[in-house]
């Protein structure tokens, strides 16, 4: 699938605001190497930059879009292009930082386990997921995909629940770890424009099913679901409209 960057750029400060609050919580002060996994266009990799100044950084991702992007942007960074449900760094990192990608990907026993043998005895990983699937932004998705012409060609792209419970990846992690911090926040994210919910989801979740269609039927599958998600979103009085987004975090610290 390919990413649109200047679509999901729409709501940039939104989706920064959860690595802001996950990179906040890791506590290694001088790593000497770091991997921004599912770097996008940098905007998250200059933060590891500015924290970490004097570490080896990589930024991954399979986009190149994307990453043509970041390397314009962001200096000082290995950029590797790579699928990262196999990549594996060279030599264990002290820290593994992800955000808003990990969700993409299945079978996250595995995918959890051999993230944290990748990472060096005392390092970190860092993880932020969407857990906002059962909101409607999300189940409008399913459901028109159902109950349209395209049924047949879109059931094998729904995951109605890529990210599992808080409670999952405390069992998968617990026995591996020193410290094990998990935690959820729901963000009431106050959005501008015409059907923002809409717009927001297109330029992620939306996204591969459109790429799915035609251009007529993707149109139309469009246009149905703007339809139903603008009910479901209502401008709030002042002309704004309130989306309520729910994220899931871990930092661990291998043993």
């Known amino acids: 699938m390919a990413w649109d960057p ?10 920064l605001r959860p690595a802001v609050d996950l990179l906040g919580r890791v506590p290694l002060d001088a790593p000497q190497t770091v991997v921004d996994l599912g770097s996008g266009e940098g905007a998250v990799t200059r933060l590891l930059r500015q924290r970490w100044p004097c570490a080896d950084l990589t930024g991954v991702d399979g986009s190149a879009e994307m990453l043509e992007i970041a390397a ?22 002290d820290i593994m930082f992800s955000n808003a990608v990990l969700h993409w990907l299945e079978d996250h026993t595995s995918l959890f386990l051999r993230l944290a043998e990748a990472i060096k005895s005392g390092g970190i990983m860092a993880v ?27 059931t094998p792209l729904l995951r109605p629940e890529p990210v599992a419970t808080p409670e999952f990846y405390y069992g998968l992690l617990a026995s591996r770890v020193t410290h094990l911090d998990i935690w959820e926040t729901e963000y009431l994210q106050v959005l501008e424009g015409d059907n923002p919910v809409a717009e927001w989801t ?20 469009e246009s149905e679901y703007r339809k139903r998600v603008a009910q479901a979103y209502p ?21």
Do not use: C
């Not at 314009?72 to 990192?93: F, L, S």
């Not at 189940?139 to 060609?153: K, N």
């Not at 939306?206 to 799915?212: D, E, G, I, N, W």
């Open 6 to 15: 200047a679509q999901y750029r729409r709501f940039s400060g939104h989706r």
């Open 72 to 93: 314009r942007e962001v200096t000082g960074v290995k950029w590797m292009q790579a699928d990262i449900r196999t990549w594996k760094p060279p030599a264990p990192v």
């Open 128 to 154: 932020q997921m969407p857990r906002n699937f059962a909101a409607p932004s999300h189940t409008l998705i399913t459901d028109v995909a159902l109950e349209g012409p395209w049924r047949e060609r879109l």
């Open 202 to 221: 297109k330029g992620t979740w939306l996204r591969p099913l459109l790429a799915a269609l035609d251009g007529e039927e993707s149109q139309r599958f």
């Open 235 to 255: 401008r709030h009085q002042d002309g704004r409209t309130l989306y309520p987004f729910r994220r899931l975090f871990i930092v661990a610290q291998i043993a």
